[in-house]
């Protein structure tokens, strides 16, 4: 793990980038030590990222972006989906409204 930014109070602070040992990556703004604010993370292991704002460590808002284009832009609830729309890249479909990962 490295991180490529400022420090304050002993907390990553400020503009920078995150090198996680699994190979994911956060590029983006910190502030005490969790991301906070605009940034991009990329999963290694899945090949898609977030992209988009950061609340106290939580994506919040923004898009998420899968390996074949597939990409989600709304709001998150914990870094989940709840609302917003899904562009489907490999049909050109299109689905609008709300996200419950708890559906069955």
Same mark, same amino acid.
């Given at each position: ?9 002993d ?8 090198? @996680?040992?699994?190979?994911d ?15 991009? @993370? ?5 090949s ?17 972006v ?27 479909l ?11």
């Amino acid at each position: 793990m490295a991180w490529g930014g400022g420090w304050v109070d002993d907390k990553m602070d400020g503009e920078g980038s995150y090198y @996680y040992a699994s190979g994911d990556i956060y590029t983006g703004s910190f502030k005490q030590g969790k991301k906070h604010g605009s940034g991009m @993370y990329y999963f290694k292991a899945h090949s898609c990222q977030f992209m988009g704002i950061w609340s106290e460590g939580i994506f919040v808002e923004g898009k998420w972006v899968h390996r074949d284009g597939t990409t989600f832009k709304g709001s998150f609830e914990a870094s989940v989906p709840s609302e917003g729309t899904f562009y489907f890249s490999s049909s050109g479909l299109v689905q609008q409204g709300s996200y419950n990962a708890k559906a069955g």
